[in-house]
């Protein structure tokens, strides 16, 4: 399994680098504003046209997702992802990884502590499509079974304490908003 979806993953890869120098200008454009339009700083995301993999290979085809890739293979969580869905997934950056306290990263990522990673990234997904029209400001189940906060503003949507810099990356079976903090589910 591992091989076979590092071997899509290099191929979605190659196919995104090819994309980016036909997309790339519209998407750096694209990802530098929040999902009000306004101009943000530093959230350089680049994203994939429409419908072009699933979530897993829009994110392995991103190196601003790289870590999570790793998360989601370490978590045994790929097939899933992969999977019909639909699903909407709540995706942190590296730097958002980064972020965490030192040694947070590297403890879920031991084998010991598989279950305890799928915790924390089931807590990332909710089931269905919701593109950022569809948010309402709420509590929304999470596959994890807690609850995340949203709060939808003029000047953009809050998941938890999480901004969301990208919205509606879509996917065949889902959608990616793309957030600036790692979420941890209650009582972790």
Not at 12 to 27: D, E, H, N, Q, R
Not at 140 to 167: C, Q, Y
């Amino acid at each position: 399994m591992q091989l076979t979806f590092l071997s899509k993953a290099v191929r979605t890869f190659s196919l995104a680098a090819a994309l980016s120098v036909m997309v790339g200008i519209t998407a750096e454009a694209n990802a530098s504003h929040n999902v009000a339009g306004k101009k943000m700083a530093g959230t350089h995301v680049a994203t994939r046209p429409t419908q072009a993999g699933t979530i897993v290979e829009i994110a392995a085809g991103n190196p601003s997702f790289s870590t999570l890739v790793k998360a989601v293979q370490a978590a045994g969580l790929v097939e899933t992802l992969s999977g019909k869905g639909p699903f909407t997934v709540f995706a942190p950056t590296n730097k958002a990884f980064a972020a965490l306290p030192k040694g947070t990263l590297e403890k879920l990522l031991k084998p010991e502590n598989r279950n305890l990673l799928r915790k924390v990234l089931t807590y990332h997904v909710v089931s269905g499509d919701l593109m950022s029209r569809n948010l309402r400001s709420g509590r929304v189940a999470t596959v994890e079974g807690n609850r995340v906060a949203v709060h939808v503003r003029k000047k953009g949507i809050r998941v938890n304490n999480a901004n969301v810099v990208r919205a509606d990356i879509d996917a065949k079976n889902g959608v990616i908003h793309v957030i600036n903090r790692v979420l941890l589910p209650p009582g972790l």
